[in-house]
Structures are given as structure tokens and as C-alpha cells.
């Protein structure tokens, strides 16, 4: 297979079904948020506000503790006589106001009163004060090439993924961690840039948020219930060939999501169906719709992994990681591939994909099949660890 098929392949799946899916979740997204907010006429039903990752997270937040006028600035407050709008901080203390900007606030999750001014000014009430202050709002960090917003910490809105209830007892660092690994982040989608052009196009316009946390106590993960955002978890020395990896990998859960709003447009059969009704192993707790999502994500992986070891300019330990992790990614994906390509579960359009799954790892098996003989991962967790990669394939470390 030429070197250009799987980009073609990728980009024929993509182009075909994003476009329609994502009007539909933005025209959805607005329905729901008119129930409290109301928008003049000229408003563009499919304008990028109504489907980001902090609104989305607003719709699903049972009691959310922040105004949704205040994440979307072309909207009117529906309650009757309301000027200021409630906001809340994030955990690193800044007040984020999407379209506009941010301001820095007292604290962890301070909770204040705002009105705008002007695009660029907003009027500020905090707790026990009866006077408003002027504000000039800052730029939010954006991660060149993209509009996906670099967090500083996790935000009010999205403190709930991490596990972190009202009574704070689990604790899951994202302050420290994102601001770390920032220039690792934006260097990783240089590196994706440059490794598979075509994909770096779809992940700058569907990921709108990367906030980084602190590994160990969850891994990284993204939701349809912020859709748009992925929460990357990183060691302390993470290295910009690991995020890159995961980018994709979160990145790819958010396309894959869009890509499947209508999910019998790829299956024959019901995709909640147990996984292990197919492999005989009732401990397996995916559906079949859960495989072939993994498969997806996973071939993203493998196309990078295959296509970054292509890179001349790659150091020794960033080669070194690249093939440890398309080693881990292939491994697994090859066993899913085995026992879910079956004609009956799937449409024309569900094979199709699954083709590209299937090409991506028997390109990448064919082309690095000497560089991947051998290599022990008998000591892997879930997630990829270099350490203990290096430690049982001494030949691979650098």
C-alpha cells in the first residue's frame, strides 16, 4: 500500500459524516440552551459557541454553579431583570469567559458576579462588595494552529470528570501538570503536524480543550459530556512523543463520538450488544459499539506512532518511546481486529472503517516488523509506561 492510502482513507471517512454530524450537535446544543437563554435572529444556528466543550458541560451538569450566558456572549439572559451573571474560577484562580477572554481571580473556584462591558472589558462583583470593578479581560491561551484552548487547571464545569464531588475527596492535580507540559503539548501537535498532516487538520478544529493532570490516579479520558474536551494524564517526565500519542488517542474519541452520532449508520446490529457474546469472555465489559470505537482510536495511534518514526529529526529516546508504544497500541488492537470484523455486525460504511483499522496495523506491522520483534510488554499497565518499557527491552531504552 502507498504511503498516502491511510490519509486518504482517513480523510474519506471524515469528510464524509463530520461535517452533517457536527451542525447537528451545535443546532442540538442550541434547542437545549434556549430553555434559559434566548439569541437574536441573525444568530448562526451552527456558530461553534453552541457545541464547546464548557457549554456541553453545562447542558449535562444537573446543578451548575455558573451562568450560561456567560459562556456564550451572543446570548440574553431569559430571567427577568438580570444584569450581572455568576462565574465561578478555575483551579488555578482565573475566571474563564469563553468568546472573550479570562481574568485572574481571588482564588481556587471563587465565585463572582459579572456584566459585560465591552468585548474586551467586563464589569466585576465580588463576594461582600456592593460596587462593581472594571476588568480587562486577557487572552486565553490557544495552542498555535488550533482553537483549542490551553487550560490552566480544571475548570468548575469539569471538576465533576475527575471524581472531584462536593467533598473533594478524591484529588486530581491539574495546575502544576498543565502549566509543566505546556510547551510538551504544543510541540506534540507539531510533531502530529508534521508526522499525518490530515489528521492534525480534524483534531485543530474538533478538540476545543486540553487540560493536563497529574498521572496516576486517573488516566487520561474524554467525554461526550464535554464534548470537545480531552484531559490528558501526564508523568513528571512526560515527553512530547507521549502526548502526542494521547492527543490523538483522546482527539480520536472526540471524532469518533461526532463521527457516530447515528450509530446504525454503521451497524447491521444493535451496538450495545456484549463484546463478550462475540470472544466467550464475560469478563470483557465492552460492547460492541465500544470495540469498534477503540479500534478507531487505536489505528489513529498506530497511523502517528508508524508515521513519526518516519521523522528523521526524531531523538533516540523519542524513537525509543515511538516503538514501544505502537508495540502496546498493535498488540492490543490486533486481538480486537480478530474477533469484531465480522460482515453480519456491520454495514458497508461500518466495514469501510474497519478496513482503515485494518490497513493502518498491517501497514505499520509490515513496514516495522524488525523493529518490533522482540520487544517484551509483560510488564505494561493499562497505560504506557516508558520506565517499564525501558526496564524489560534494555535494547530499545535511550
Not at 199 to 220: C, E, I, K, M, Q
Request: with cysteine.
Amino acid at each position: 500500500m502507498a504511503v498516502l492510502d491511510l490519509e486518504a482513507e482517513l480523510a474519506t471517512i471524515l469528510d464524509k459524516w463530520l461535517p452533517t454530524n457536527e451542525k447537528y450537535l451545535g443546532a442540538s446544543a442550541r434547542r437545549l440552551a434556549e430553555q434559559w437563554v434566548s439569541f437574536s435572529k441573525t444568530t448562526d444556528t451552527d456558530s461553534d459557541s453552541f457545541a464547546m466543550p464548557l457549554v456541553v458541560a453545562w447542558l449535562t451538569d444537573p446543578t451548575p454553579r455558573i451562568a450560561l450566558g456567560a459562556l456564550l456572549p451572543e446570548a440574553s439572559t431569559r430571567e427577568p431583570g438580570s444584569v450581572h451573571m455568576r462565574v465561578c474560577a478555575d483551579a488555578g484562580g482565573v475566571v474563564e469567559l469563553p468568546g472573550r477572554g479570562q481574568f485572574a481571580g481571588n482564588g481556587d473556584e471563587e465565585e463572582v458576579l459579572v456584566r459585560w462591558l465591552d468585548r474586551d472589558r467586563v464589569l466585576v462583583q465580588r463576594s461582600g462588595q456592593r460596587t462593581d470593578t472594571e476588568v480587562a479581560l486577557q487572552s486565553r491561551p490557544v495552542i498555535p494552529g488550533t482553537r483549542s484552548v490551553l487550560a490552566q487547571g480544571a475548570h468548575p464545569l469539569l471538576r465533576r470528570f475527575y471524581g472531584l464531588g462536593e467533598s473533594g475527596s478524591s484529588v486530581v492535580e491539574t495546575v502544576a501538570p498543565s502549566r509543566a507540559h505546556a510547551e510538551h503539548v504544543v510541540e506534540a501537535y507539531s510533531l502530529i503536524a508534521r508526522a499525518v498532516p490530515v489528521f492534525h487538520r480534524y483534531l485543530a478544529n474538533a478538540v476545543r480543550r486540553v487540560t493536563v493532570h497529574r498521572a496516576g490516579t486517573l488516566n487520561s479520558f474524554a467525554t461526550p459530556a464535554a464534548h470537545g474536551a480531552i484531559f490528558l494524564a501526564a508523568q513528571d517526565d512526560e515527553i512530547d512523543v507521549g502526548f502526542a500519542e494521547d492527543i490523538v488517542h483522546q482527539g480520536g474519541h472526540v471524532l469518533c463520538t461526532t463521527l457516530t452520532v447515528d450509530r446504525g449508520v454503521f451497524f447491521a446490529t444493535d451496538p450495545s450488544v456484549p463484546f463478550s457474546s462475540v470472544t466467550g469472555a464475560p469478563s470483557d465489559p465492552r460492547s460492541l459499539y465500544d470495540v469498534f470505537h477503540g479500534l478507531f482510536t487505536g489505528a489513529a495511534m498506530i497511523l502517528l506512532l508508524d508515521r513519526l518514526l518516519n521523522l528523521d529529526e526524531l531523538s533516540a529516546r523519542q524513537r525509543s518511546e515511538a516503538i514501544g508504544r505502537l508495540a502496546l497500541i498493535a498488540t492490543r488492537s490486533a486481538s480486537d481486529l480478530a474477533n469484531l470484523c465480522q460482515p453480519d455486525f456491520f454495514t458497508d460504511e461500518g466495514m469501510y472503517l474497519l478496513a482503515f483499522c485494518r490497513n493502518a496495523l498491517a501497514e505499520a506491522a509490515t513496514s516495522r516488523r524488525l523493529e518490533l520483534r522482540g520487544i517484551d510488554l509483560s510488564n505494561q499497565p493499562y497505560a504506557f509506561s516508558y520506565t517499564a518499557f525501558a526496564s524489560q527491552n534494555p535494547a530499545y531504552s535511550a
